[in-house]
């Protein structure tokens, strides 16, 4: 699968999961959501960091940008694909 692809979807599940987490603690705080969106968001920027070094192809400014927690994986695919992420992948 191309590496690109990997980065954006990972980069969706990084948001969202963040998203979500903070909007389970500014409603109901329920320990049980936490307890599991907490592994995926984990999961997810992990997955984020390891995509973004694979589709960086020796520039560096993007799995540097990979980094950045919650919004990192979008980041990065923005710069990875020319026009700027409004592509078909």
Partial sequence: MNP????????VAEM???ALMLLNIVT??????S???????????????????LAAAG??????LSLVPGI?????YRRVTPA???SRA
């Fill in 4 to 11: 690109v692809v990997v980065l954006k979807w990972l980069g």
């Fill in 16 to 18: 969202a999961t963040l």
């Fill in 28 to 33: 109901v705080h329920e320990p049980a959501i």
């Fill in 35 to 53: 307890s599991v969106l907490g592994p995926v968001h984990g999961l997810a920027y992990t997955g984020t960091v390891i995509a973004g070094v």
């Fill in 59 to 64: 520039r560096h400014r993007i799995w540097v």
């Fill in 72 to 76: 990192g994986g979008w980041l990065a």
């Fill in 84 to 86: 700027g992420g409004r």
